[in-house]
């Protein structure tokens, strides 16, 4: 059985989580905080899974840092990051990054640099820092930027895949996805914008020759929280 499809994204571990991923063959599970030894305890239960380690922090705080100045931000960020690698050393890959701006292209340069200088310190003591974190709805569509968006990030691209680090991304949308009119025209209702959004990308980066390495949903599903009647 393939191994490519996201697994469970698990914000406090319990026995459930344990019990359901036992036969999933994920290829990562996302475990944000988790305590001492219980990565391990996820790798257990599904024997050749890889596990992402999220190191929780407000997202407007990592992003004030990286808006100043994002070779520091990205550098602050791996010592976070390499001091929660201590308590579960069997981590695959880190994170601290979460659902970045994406409303400039100034602001997604930014973001570029802050990722790459967090997986270079990563790296250099050894570990894999794990990059994006767009939310659904980011990127933009090359089909209706020209690929602005997305050129401007490939840099982090290319260095993600010469060390070997994962880039994630979320896609969330029900049925019916409603977007306070912040999305482009046409798109207002289509989960499609939400859920499909990165085959595209994906497609413009290969058309271009660009290269994407290890890639993967690390959040994905239904956001009830946006859910219309239907």
Not at 29 to 57: F, N, S, W
Not at 67 to 73: G, K, L, M, R, Y
Not at 101 to 126: L, Y
Not at 158 to 172: D, M, Q, W
């Amino acid at each position: 059985m393939s191994r490519e499809f996201a697994g469970l994204h698990i914000n406090k571990l319990e026995a459930a989580h344990l019990r359901h991923i036992g036969g999933m063959r994920a290829g990562w599970h996302t475990m944000l905080d988790p305590a001492q030894g219980q990565v391990a305890e996820v790798k257990a239960a599904d024997p050749g899974c890889k596990v992402l380690d999220r190191t929780y922090i407000r997202d407007q705080d990592y992003h004030a840092r990286v808006w100043q100045n994002p070779e520091q931000a990205g550098q602050w960020a791996a010592g976070v990051a390499l001091a929660a690698a201590g308590k579960n050393p069997q981590a695959d890959a880190h994170i601290i990054q979460n659902e970045p701006p994406a409303d400039s292209i100034e602001w997604i340069r930014k973001i570029a640099r802050a990722d790459i200088a967090f997986m270079e310190a990563m790296h250099a003591q050894g570990r894999k820092g794990a990059i994006g974190a767009w939310s659904g709805g980011t990127l933009q569509l090359p089909s209706i930027d020209g690929g602005a968006a997305i050129r401007a990030y490939v840099p982090t691209l290319a260095k993600a895949k010469e060390l070997g680090c994962p880039l994630v991304v979320h896609a969330y949308s029900p049925l019916t996805l409603f977007m306070g009119g912040t999305a482009p025209s046409g798109w207002d209702y289509n989960p499609l914008y939400f859920l499909t959004r990165w085959r595209e990308i994906v497609a413009w980066c290969r058309a271009n020759g660009v290269a994407i390495g290890n890639f993967f949903y690390s959040e994905w599903g239904q956001d009830l929280g946006f859910a219309k009647p239907h």
